[in-house]
C-alpha cells in the first residue's frame, strides 16, 4: 500500500473500518507503520510476547457458492519470526448482537490461512471449519502437510485458490507450494468426508482373549547346571604382578612444599592436613599399593534363567472393536463454504515488528496475480536491493578497516627506518591521530608522504638554502559542513495513496473486496 499516512495507535484513535478487541489479555498494541526499506505502510505490531485481535467487517458476506475464491495477503517479519503466528481468519457471520470488539479466538471463522511458526511448528496454516449436515456441528479440518514459513525478514505473500473442482493451491510469492483437494481423506486431518463406519463405543475386548503371540514354555525345565548366582566377571588366575611393582609405596602423599595457612584457626578449621599429590615414584614405576588381578568375563556366566517362548495356542489376535455404520456420516460432491462475514488477525506472538499488508479477496486469479506484480514485487525487490546494499556497504566498510591496519603497521615500520629519524616523531604524531580518525586516513597517508618527501628534499638539496615560507596549513572543512554536503537535501514527498490500477467489472463476473490498511481502526 502507498503513501506516508501518519502513524496511529488503533486503541486511541478513531479510524473507520478496522475495530481493536479491547478484551484486556488481548491488547498488544498496533500501529500504522511504514515499512523498512521503502515507502509502503501497513499494519504493524510493535509488541513482543503480546496477544492481538483486530478485525474489519466486509461491506456484506462473501458467498463461495459454484466460483473460484481466492485469498491473499502480505506479511513481513521485519525483525524475524522465532515463535509467533501470522494468519488470518476469515469469520462467518456472527450470531445477532455480535460485536467487534468482542472479537477473540473463540469466534467463530470460515477459514483460517497464514503462517505460524514456534518450536516444531513451521507451516503455513489452511484450516477449513465445516459444518456436518447430520449433526450440525462445526469441524476444523487442517490441511495436511503444509509448506513450511519463509524464515527470512522479507515480504511475502500468502495466496489461497479454492476452485469449483474442490481443487485448492496454496502459494508463496506467486509460487504453488501445496495442492490438495477437499474430498481427499489424505490432504485433510480430519477428512472432510467422514468414514462410513466407525469402531463400536460399546464393544469390549473379552477377558480370556489371547492377544500374545508367543508365551513362555509352560514344560520348559532350567537345566540342572544353569547357575543363576554365578558372577558375570571373576578374577584372572593367569594374570602375573609386574615386575617393579612398588607394593610399599602409596599412589598419593602429602605435598612436601605446602604449609599450613597462617590465618588457620585449629579449633575453628579443624587439624590442618596438607593436601595430597601423586607420588613421584609411582609415575616411574609399573604401579604401587596392593597389586590386584585383573578381572575378566565369567565362562560359566549364564545369568537369570527363563522357559524358551512357544507359540500360543489360543492367540486370536489383536483385538479391535467392530465396525458398526457411522450415524454421523455424509456424502457430498462439493464442500458446502460458510460465507465470509469478516477478516480478522487474531495471533499471540514473541517477537514484534510483523506487518501486515493488502489483504485480497477475490473471484478471479489474475486479479491477484495483478496485485502481486503490481503492490508486492515492487516492495520485495526493494527490500532485496537495500539488504544487498547494506551487505555490500559492510564488506567495504571491513575491508577499508583491514586496509587502513595494515597502512598504519607499515607506517610504523617506514617511522623506525633510521634514514627518517629527523622526522619521525612528526610521522608518529601524524599516525595516532589517523588512528583516532579513521576517516582521516587517505589525508594522514598524503601528509606523511609530504613529510617523508620534504626529509628526502632536504637531504638531496640541503645547504644554505633560503628558509622555505611557513605553511598555513589550510583550515579544516566544518563538519557541519561536509555533512551538508555529503548528505545534501531531500525532500520526502507525503500524500494519498496512488491507485495504480482499478477494476471495473460485472458483479457476475467478478467480485472484489479490498481491505487496504490505510482504513483503519474502530467502528
Known sequence: ???????????????????????????????????????????????????????????????????????????????????????????????????????????PFSIMFGPDKCGSTNKVHFILKHKNPITGVFVEHHLNNPPSV???????????????????????????KKKANFLSADDFEPPLIPPKTIRDPDDKKPDDWGERAKIPDPDAIKPDDWDENAPEEIEDEEAVKPEGWLDDEPEEIDDP???????????????????????????????????????????SYKGKWHAPLID????????KPRQIPNPDYFEFDKPDFEPIASIGIEIWTMQDGILFDNILIAVDEKVAELYREKMWKPKYEAEQSKQKAEEA???????????EKKLFDVLYKVADVPFFAPCRSKIIDVIEKGEKQPNLTIGILAAIVVVVATVIFRILFGGK??????????????????????????????GRNEVLFSFHHSPLTCRLTLCCMPDFVEG
Open 150 to 176: 519463509p524464515h527470512d525478514k522479507f515480504t511475502h505473500v500468502y495466496t489461497a485458490i479454492l476452485k469449483p473442482d474442490n481443487e485448492l493451491k496454496i502459494m508463496i510469492d506467486g509460487e504453488e
Open 465 to 494: 638554502k633560503p628558509a622555505a615560507p611557513p605553511m598555513t596549513p589550510s583550515r579544516p572543512q566544518s563538519a557541519k559542513a561536509t555533512r551538508n554536503d555529503a548528505v545534501g537535501s531531500t525532500t520526502e514527498k507525503k
Open 1 to 107: 500500500m502507498n503513501g506516508a499516512l501518519s502513524s496511529y495507535y488503533l486503541f486511541i484513535y478513531k479510524l473507520p473500518n478496522w475495530v481493536v478487541n479491547r478484551i484486556d489479555k488481548m491488547r498488544g498494541v498496533w500501529k500504522h507503520s511504514q515499512s523498512d526499506g521503502h515507502e509502503d505502510y501497513g499494519l504493524l505490531v510493535i509488541e513482543k510476547a503480546r496477544k492481538y485481535a483486530i478485525v474489519k467487517d466486509l461491506d456484506e458476506p462473501v458467498d463461495f457458492t459454484d466460483r473460484t475464491m481466492v485469498f491473499q495477503y502480505e506479511t513481513r517479519f521485519q525483525n524475524g519470526l522465532d515463535c509467533g503466528g501470522c494468519y488470518l481468519k476469515y469469520l462467518r457471520p456472527q450470531d445477532a448482537g455480535w460485536s467487534p470488539r468482542e472479537f477473540e479466538n473463540e469466534s
Open 393 to 403: 556497504a559492510s564488506g567495504f566498510s571491513d575491508g577499508l578497516a583491514g586496509f
Open 257 to 299: 612444599d605446602a604449609s599450613k595457612p597462617a590465618d588457620w584457626d585449629d579449633e575453628e578449621d579443624g587439624e590442618w592436613e596438607a593436601p595430597k599429590i601423586d607420588h613421584p615414584k609411582c609415575g616411574e614405576a609399573p604401579g604401587c599399593g596392593e597389586w590386584k588381578r585383573p578381572m575378566k568375563k565369567n565362562p
Open 312 to 319: 500360543n495356542p489360543n492367540y486370536m489376535g489383536i483385538w
